[in-house]
């Protein structure tokens, strides 16, 4: 399954490259994500759990981050395996383009399935990767944008939150 989308984000491409270098920003988008930790340079570990069609499964994985061109692009590569629902890797390149109110960010995303999960069938399994891709990228520009529905004020916003937008 691959797929490719572009989003226009409020945000200089500094803060969206942080942002996705950043365990705290990924755990806040990644649909599913009960935590995420690590840094770009060692990989991050992650345990997300997800209902895919009938098979709900806990994945435990890693992703690593590569290919890193400060400001402009990167690539995230993760696997993770499911117990009996079967496995799931996938990678994502990225590319951030300075814009007039923010950033370009571009995004070309590849993904397989084994075990219980492939039996789904392709067309099931293509509108998950699809969903699931689509929520993390509406989610780090609602992140990003301030435009979540956190009604905690800036002052007390999470410490990266404020971090990232400076």
Known sequence: MEMSDTR?????????????????????????AQDVTGSPEEGFEATVTQKVGPVK?????????????????????GEGKGGAAGFAK??????????????????????????????????????????????FFTRLQEVLEGTDEDPQPEAEKKGWLARLRG
Do not use: H, W
């Open 8 to 32: 226009e984000i409020a945000a200089e491409p500094e803060v969206v490259y942080a942002a996705l270098l950043s365990p705290d920003v990924l755990q806040e988008c990644v649909p599913g």
């Open 57 to 77: 499964a806990t994945f435990k994985g890693q992703v690593t981050v590569s290919d890193l061109v400060p400001n402009e692009s990167l690539k995230l590569s």
């Open 90 to 135: 996938g990678g994502a390149t990225v590319r951030l383009e300075a814009i007039e109110g923010g950033t370009r960010l571009s995004y070309d995303v590849e993904a397989k399935v084994g075990g219980k999960l492939a039996q789904l069938g392709s067309r099931i399994i293509d509108g998950f990767a699809k969903k699931m891709a689509d929520q």
